[in-house]
């Protein structure tokens, strides 16, 4: 429970905005597929943000 608080935000993101709430494809194969892709896709718009907040901040 202590570090739930963590993931949480997380998992609702890639449920509510990338689909994750059913599977795109059928079977097992496809969604070991689509659940690392869809976790890479959530890093990679924080990521994003992360840096184009400090960039701002900076005037890049």
């Not at 689909?19 to 924080?46: D, E, H, W, Y």
Request: glycine share 6%.
């Amino acid at each position: 429970m202590k570090g739930r608080y963590k993931i949480e935000p997380k998992q609702g993101e890639m449920k509510r905005f990338q689909s994750m709430a059913r599977a795109k494809f059928c079977g097992l194969p496809k969604l070991n597929i689509q659940a690392p892709i869809t976790a890479i896709t959530v890093n990679v718009k924080r990521f994003a943000n992360v840096v184009g907040r400090s960039c701002s901040l900076k005037m890049c």
